[in-house]
């Protein structure tokens, strides 16, 4: 059996340090954000602890692939 398991963007943290969620950086660049520091700025991701070291690449690939 091969089943193609489904990710919930709601429960998907990607800011660790923040507990921000995918769903919640997606809704961020569908209302404009266009760089990490405008993601950063409208939801806190990447204002954490680690200062984005850990989730940056992640939030840019986020960024990339919902334009």
Not at 16 to 31: S, W
């Amino acid at each position: 059996l091969n089943k193609k398991v489904r990710r919930n963007k709601a429960m998907s943290k990607v800011c660790l340090c923040r507990g921000i969620t995918e769903e919640q950086i997606v809704e961020a660049i569908k209302n404009g954000a266009s760089s990490f520091e405008e993601v950063k700025e409208e939801t806190g991701a990447g204002a954490g602890g680690c200062r984005g070291g850990r989730c940056k690449c992640n939030i840019e690939l986020l960024i990339e692939n919902n334009k």
